[in-house]
């Protein structure tokens, strides 16, 4: 699972991305529309590929989402414009949602078997932090592939990198025990059941809402950093570094969340998470606002680091949701769940596209740090349900 996820998570595309994509012929608006557009594939497949999970088999889920992976960074190698563009992200949302219950359900039923569910937050932030590392290690290495291999070799050693992840899957042994069995049901009646049970759910709805707006903040935030570098005139051979200090701040935090979690109590942790993100905002504001560079890379630094707390903020709410349900629904439930948080995703990319092309980053992040006050009412709305 580590060295699957870790080869998965190898995204050498990730630093230059808003670069390679403005070469194939968009804008940096249309850019964020695209990655809106992803969100929006991940939605229509997202309860689909939990259900088949549950009903089904995981492992042959996940290994069905390092396929759709592959195809999509092949057909982004060989696009050109806007609606080719889409093709190959419209394949990777797929293959997102395919892995976004998915996953982390094979991973909870693991430990389940083996009786020690209970360290689901240390042993799945051990996972998430062998994925950033390697997404750290890829940045890194990101910048420097483009500047020698250009994009399209950068993108042909994605596809590679994808085959490595599919091979480790197959390894992986299936979990039978927890298959759903439908009786009396069509069996989409019956994934619409216990997702419109989920929903309905006051505890589960509210453990789903705030890790998902919280989510659709720290997106925007990551994907505007590149602009926000670029508007301060930061030197693109440097952008991986920060895409690179971003990946650290998540390993940081996916290593020692079961701690922070356990040490703060979560709603501690939740305000902590939501006041790291007004900083961040706040520090986009002031890199895009001041002449001098050495103040420009501390503040795109700190940027950087804020927006990796998204990663505790997941482990701390994944578990909270995992344990209030049952094995043989769970993958439908956490697809509801990535269902919730891939529509708020595009909405606030949808709404950061046509704010980028029409008023510049500034008004962005100014309407980002307005709207921070959904993350209030959010939080007070699941306090009674957390500690």
């Not at 998204?310 to 349900?325: D, F």
């Not at 606030?348 to 006050?373: P, Q």
Request: a positive charge; hydrophobic letters at 55%.
């Amino acid at each position: 699972m580590r060295i699957g996820w870790f080869f998965h998570n190898f995204l050498l595309i990730v630093p230059v991305i808003v670069l390679v994509y403005v070469q194939k012929g968009i804008t940096i608006g249309d850019f964020f529309l695209i990655q809106g557009i992803f969100r929006l594939a991940a939605f229509l497949f997202e309860i689909p590929s939990g259900y088949m999970s549950d009903c089904l088999s995981r492992k042959r889920v996940m290994i069905a989402g390092g396929v759709f992976a592959l195809a999509g960074f092949a057909t982004i190698a060989l696009a050109y414009g806007f609606w080719a563009l889409i093709l190959g992200e419209s394949l990777l949302g797929i293959s997102s949602a395919l892995f976004s219950g998915t996953l982390e359900a094979y991973t909870y039923d693991l430990l389940k078997r083996n009786h020690t569910q209970k360290q689901f937050l240390k042993e799945y932030g051990s996972i998430q932090s062998w994925s950033t590392t390697a997404t750290f290690i890829a940045s890194v290495l990101g910048g420097f592939f483009y500047a020698y291999a250009g994009a399209n070799g950068l993108l042909w050693l994605q596809v590679l990198f994808g085959a490595f992840a599919i091979f480790a899957f197959l390894f992986l042994p299936e979990l039978l025990e927890v298959r759903r069995k439908v009786k009396h049901k069509d069996a989409i009646v019956d994934a619409l059941s216990i997702t419109t049970t989920t929903l309905k759910n006051p505890k589960l709805r509210n453990l789903i809402i705030f890790p998902s707006l919280f989510a659709a903040f720290t997106i925007v935030m990551f994907w505007a950093l590149q602009p926000i570098m670029e508007a301060s005139a930061v030197p693109v051979a440097v952008f991986g570094l920060f895409t690179g200090l971003n990946q650290l701040s998540s390993i940081f935090f996916a290593k020692y969340a079961y701690k922070i979690c356990g040490k703060l109590g979560e709603i501690k942790v939740s305000l902590i998470s939501i006041g790291t993100i007004i900083v961040g905002i706040t520090m986009g504001l002031l890199a895009t606002h001041i002449s001098c560079m050495p103040l420009v890379y501390v503040a795109c630094a700190i940027l950087a680091f804020s927006v990796g707390i998204r990663q505790l903020n997941n482990l701390q709410y994944y578990t909270l949701i995992h344990h209030s349900i049952e094995s043989k629904e769970r993958g439908t439930v956490l697809s509801t769940r990535a269902m919730v948080s891939t529509a708020l995703g595009a909405l606030f990319l949808s709404a950061a596209k046509f704010l980028m092309d029409g008023y510049g980053v500034t008004t962005t992040l100014v309407c980002l740090f307005c709207a921070t006050i959904l993350l209030a009412i959010a939080l007070k709305n699941v306090a009674k349900y957390i500690k």
